[in-house]
């Protein structure tokens, strides 16, 4: 039964390594191109019917300075992940303890090769956006192994121990009876085993005839409650998990605080630009301020602009830029006030069930604010892109307008990040057990 619930996440498991297969392409195509070989064609390398996982003898080290070896050596590592899903993922019923110790073997190589690729100085001259996407990717690649790859497997190899070891234990016990008969001819009783495994159709597994020879003084009751015992711990483990990831949604939401800032400077800047871009417009509102003594960047004077949007159905909106700004400092606001929240928290110890509860609700409230903000500004972005609004972007330096694209995509990712994230998490509650 565990074993059934647990591969309910196979398909999970194949969108994570098709994530991390993205992020390394990534990393390959955009941030280190110094690091790899000028071939165009090196993606003819990779192979996404790869079946047999294959790691070198060589542990990936000092070798950033050998772009050729650098690129054979990512088409391994992504070939192997390829032959994860289609050997074994495709159908986890083939896969067995040795299975998983190969694949672990791979996940180590994979996170040895970059570290390596992030060690070099080269790094450092990465511009600062670009540096802080690649070390994004870095984080999101090794978070996807450690926090939802590793702990399937961890979970299949206990499952899979204790079918052996359920299997085998009576037949054990029949044939050796007692741990004192065993020591008297070790030989003889690990081949009977060797056979009556055979008989069974299991693998032999000399490791875990140890733990049943061990036990062997042990009753079926013993037994069972010693494993009941062991998945209710786990169970509990989980429950601690639930919380732990939804917080970790929370704190990448948080973590956008600079990007907002960023972009609100920008729609400041944009706006006082477009109120008094030309010297009669600046005429205008001087006059107006003078008559009705209101300052045109915080009273009337305003800018309205209209996109496109598709939820279902195409859509014309028209938004306030003197709102749009004030939506995204309050919501940035809330953001610092929540990260100090998160901070004077912890559940290394135990969950609080009523910040448990708000933070559901910032990470439900957050998704649709942050997306709102992000749909917004790029519909701006887009507008003053327009031909009739391309003479405004002359008072607009190149490198404010580059930083303001690059600080909308970082938002972006995050939203999509989290969401599908949110999504896992909601369909692991509904009935989706195990580690994931």
Same mark, same amino acid.
């Given at each position: 039964?565990?074993?059934e619930?647990?591969?309910? &996440?196979?398909?999970y498991l194949i ?5 991390v ?11 280190f191109?110094? &690091?790899?070989?000028?071939?165009? #064609? ?5 192979n996404?019917k790869s ?5 070198p003898?060589?542990i990936p ?6 772009? %050729?070896?650098?690129?054979n050596?990512l088409?391994a590592?992504i070939?192997?992940?390829? !032959?994860i899903?289609?050997?074994y993922?495709?159908?986890p019923?083939?896969i067995d303890?040795?299975?998983?110790r190969?694949?672990?073997? @791979? ?6 090769f970059l570290?390596?690729?992030?060690s070099?100085?080269s ?6 956006q670009q540096k802080?996407?690649?070390? &994004?990717?870095k ?6 192994i450690?926090?939802n790859?590793?702990p399937?497997?961890?979970r299949?190899e206990?499952i ?7 299997t ?5 016990r ?9 020591k008297e001819?070790?030989?003889?009783f690990?081949d009977?085993?060797?056979?009556k495994?055979?008989?069974l159709?299991?693998k032999n597994?000399p490791?875990?005839?140890?733990i049943?020879? !061990?036990?062997? #003084?042990?009753?079926e009751?013993?037994l069972a409650?010693?494993m ?11 429950a601690?998990?639930?919380a ?9 939401y948080c ?6 800032l @960023?972009? @609100?400077e ?9 109120l008094?871009?030309?010297?009669f417009r600046?005429l205008?509102y001087f ?5 009705t003594?209101?300052d045109s960047?915080?009273g ?14 195409i859509?014309r909106k028209k938004?306030?830029?003197k ?16 990260r100090?929240?998160?901070d004077?928290h ?15 609700k910032?990470v439900?409230?957050?998704y649709?604010?942050?997306n709102?903000i ?12 327009r ?10 330096p190149?490198?404010?307008?580059t ?10 990712? @995050?939203i999509i990040i989290?969401r599908?994230? %949110?999504?896992?998490?909601e369909?692991?509650t ?5 580690p994931l």
């Amino acid at each position: 039964m565990e074993r059934e619930k647990l591969f309910k &996440a196979k398909d999970y498991l194949i969108s994570y390594y098709f994530q991390v297969i993205t992020s390394l392409e990534g990393l390959r195509n955009h941030l280190f191109p110094y &690091a790899f070989s000028n071939d165009k #064609e090196w993606k003819n390398g990779v192979n996404s019917k790869s079946t047999r996982i294959s790691v070198p003898d060589l542990i990936p080290k000092n070798i950033h300075d050998d772009a %050729l070896f650098n690129s054979n050596t990512l088409i391994a590592v992504i070939n192997n992940l390829y !032959a994860i899903q289609n050997s074994y993922l495709s159908d986890p019923h083939v896969i067995d303890i040795m299975d998983i110790r190969v694949i672990r073997t @791979a996940h180590t190589f994979l996170l040895a090769f970059l570290t390596e690729q992030f060690s070099t100085p080269s790094v450092n001259l990465l511009a600062k956006q670009q540096k802080e996407l690649a070390f &994004a990717l870095k984080q999101s690649i090794e978070d996807r192994i450690e926090k939802n790859i590793t702990p399937f497997f961890d979970r299949l190899e206990m499952i899979l121990s204790d079918e052996y070891i359920v299997t085998l234990f009576n037949p054990a016990r029949i044939i050796i009876g007692t741990y004192a008969r065993y020591k008297e001819e070790p030989d003889m009783f690990d081949d009977l085993l060797r056979r009556k495994c055979q008989e069974l159709g299991l693998k032999n597994n000399p490791e875990l005839n140890l733990i049943i020879i !061990a036990d062997l #003084e042990k009753n079926e009751h013993q037994l069972a409650g010693e494993m009941t015992l062991k998945y209710e711990i786990q169970e509990k483990k989980t429950a601690f998990g639930k919380a732990y990831r939804l917080k970790e949604i929370a704190l990448r939401y948080c973590t956008q605080h600079e990007n907002l800032l @960023a972009i @609100a400077e920008f729609l400041r800047e944009a706006r006082q630009v477009l109120l008094h871009g030309s010297f009669f417009r600046r005429l205008f509102y001087f006059l107006k301020n003078i008559f009705t003594g209101k300052d045109s960047m915080f009273g009337g004077g305003d800018i309205h602009f209209s996109y496109l949007t598709q939820h279902g159905k195409i859509e014309r909106k028209k938004v306030s830029l003197k709102e749009l700004v004030l939506t995204v400092t309050l919501y940035d606001e809330h953001l610092v006030k929540f990260r100090e929240l998160l901070d004077m928290h912890s559940y290394t110890k135990s969950v609080n069930p009523q910040l448990y509860s708000e933070i559901e609700k910032f990470v439900d409230t957050s998704y649709s604010e942050l997306n709102e903000i992000f749909e917004k500004s790029n519909g701006f972005r887009e507008w003053i892109g327009r031909e009739k609004n391309r003479t405004v972007l002359k008072f607009i330096p190149e490198r404010r307008q580059t930083d303001f694209s690059s600080n909308l995509l970082l938002i972006n990712r @995050a939203i999509i990040i989290n969401r599908y994230s %949110l999504q896992d998490f909601e369909k692991y509650t509904e009935g989706v057990q195990g580690p994931l």
